[in-house]
């Protein structure tokens, strides 16, 4: 097991991990500011989810896959999930969610980070791979909700706009 | 500036990002291979390129960036963009891509990863965030082949199906 404090060529720090991912958070933060209030609820290509049901799952995944990293209190993904009727409830539950991740984080020790973790009863992973993942899984979801406004005509946020 | 010397609380080794990447290289080949040869260059979605034009600005990013990380010889972003006519040569170019990247990342001295690199003479920034956003810009762009998939009625490779 590669614990914190024998990592080799260590390349990233835990302070530069959060950073990029609220700079993630931020982006995905414009990409809901930018989608009309019916199309966030409604719009799709092919048969997928509307935008709203990713960024629930983005929101369930990462505060609340970090709350169980923390407590210890594993719940299944589904009873994690918010409760979203309006995109005024999504923003508010996404800068909730921004706001658990930056009190959570750095609560996650050095060892905890490479200690395996059942998230939800179903994912079992090292913490570190865990929050890649959730990582990872928001820059997915966000991206086909770039795909969803490029279909509707709207131009998204750039890529790179992180601010 | 912060150098690998002076890391504080590293949370990701060296090895540990570039098997991540490798994992979500081998991700993006598996959505490569389920494109149908004529969509791969022709379906989009909402006026955007084709899967094809992705992957060749993937391969550009990546082990086009990393080339020039090593050689310090800078040259602009279309020059570096390969030839591609059929589904065949993109696969050819994204093995050629990934064996590249396994030899120049190992290359990459501890203190480089947090020089500054104007990249395609456009993009300065230190070289570990570079090549943050080499990984970032493939798992957002495959995400994006994932809907044009899903539009033509095929099922796209698990986004956890990374070996």
Known sequence: MNTATTIERPIISTEELLNAWKGHRNL???VIEVFPEKDLFSFS??????????CKEMITVSA????????????????????????????????EATEQISIYFPQI?????????????????PVIENIQYFIDNEIHHRAQGYVYLRALGIEPPFFWDRY
């Open 28 to 30: 995905t933060r414009k």
């Open 45 to 54: 290509v092919g048969g997928m989810r509307p935008f709203v049901d990713l």
């Open 64 to 95: 609340g896959g970090l709350k169980q990293i923390i407590t210890g209190v594993i719940e299944p993904f589904e009873d994690a999930m918010p409760q979203i009727k309006e995109k005024a409830d999504l923003l508010q539950a996404w800068d």
């Open 109 to 125: 020790s050095a060892e905890k980070f490479h200690e395996d973790i059942n998230l939800f009863g179903e994912y079992k992973f």
